[in-house]
């Protein structure tokens, strides 16, 4: 059974709000993924989880010719139509990404940008096959997520359990529910789907999440929050999952 996690109705105004100038998502990925992502003049993007627009716009400022973007929620697209506007360079689409994105097609982007949302899915290995197959040969995955070591140390248990759990989601009194995964499972979905590695950092927050919420910017300089990565797609074939 597929499990939504999207972000409707309070909660959606909540995370729009908090991905705004929030220390983790603001702050702390986001910044590291723009830094991963490099020049970008002239790409054409896909956001797969775009949430409220936010790397959207980003993008789009930084030169990209064409943002695609894909989410689940339809509070957080309504935000983020709202925060592009009406730029002609930019197509949303409210689609589910535990569904194959069948309507974009092969070999179509040049950057894929997937952020924060990889430890929501289920369907994993099938949404980076997806994302392996509508990059163009050469092009460049750019993913985040919850680091691991971050997830042992706050839900307990084993390090390498890999059991669903429920978070508190910041102030706001709700919670979301994600996988925790090992490094080791992390990295080997994306090399079983094609990808190789270019680059991984563990982001710490900027000096912009001190002004928001000083405590909260120490905790990410004593404990990694996130990790991303930027990935290739890998000219050969894609390798078998092991066992």
């Known amino acids: 059974m597929r499990i939504s996690t999207a972000y409707e109705g309070a909660l959606g105004d909540y995370f729009a709000g908090n991905a705004t100038d929030g220390p983790y998502n603001a702050h702390t990925d986001r910044p590291a993924m723009l830094e991963l992502a490099g020049d970008v003049t002239g790409l ?141 499972t992390f990295l080997g979905e994306l090399l079983d789907a094609g990808f190789a590695l270019e680059r991984l950092v563990e982001p710490r927050a900027t000096e912009a999440a001190r002004r928001v919420d000083e405590a909260r910017y120490l905790k990410t300089h004593r404990t990694p929050f996130f990790v991303a990565v930027r990935m290739r797609k890998d000219e050969v074939t894609r390798r078998e999952p092991a066992g």
């Open 44 to 184: 054409r993007v896909l956001d797969a989880g775009c949430g409220a627009g936010h790397y959207i716009t980003e993008l789009r400022a930084r030169g990209a010719a064409e943002v695609v973007g894909v989410e689940g929620s339809a509070r957080l697209l309504d935000h983020a139509r709202d925060r592009v506007g009406d730029d002609p360079a930019v197509t949303l689409h409210h689609h589910d990404l535990e569904q194959p994105l069948g309507f974009l097609p092969d070999d179509s982007f040049d950057l894929g940008v997937v952020a924060l949302v990889h430890h929501h899915l289920e369907a994993r290995r099938e949404l980076l096959a997806e994302l392996h197959r509508v990059l163009r040969p050469g092009g460049t995955l750019l993913l985040s997520t919850v680091h691991p070591t971050a997830d042992w140390l706050w839900h307990g248990g084993s390090y390498f359990d890999e059991d669903r759990v429920e978070t508190r989601f910041g102030d706001s009194g709700a919670t979301n529910s994600y996988r925790r995964m090992t490094m080791q």
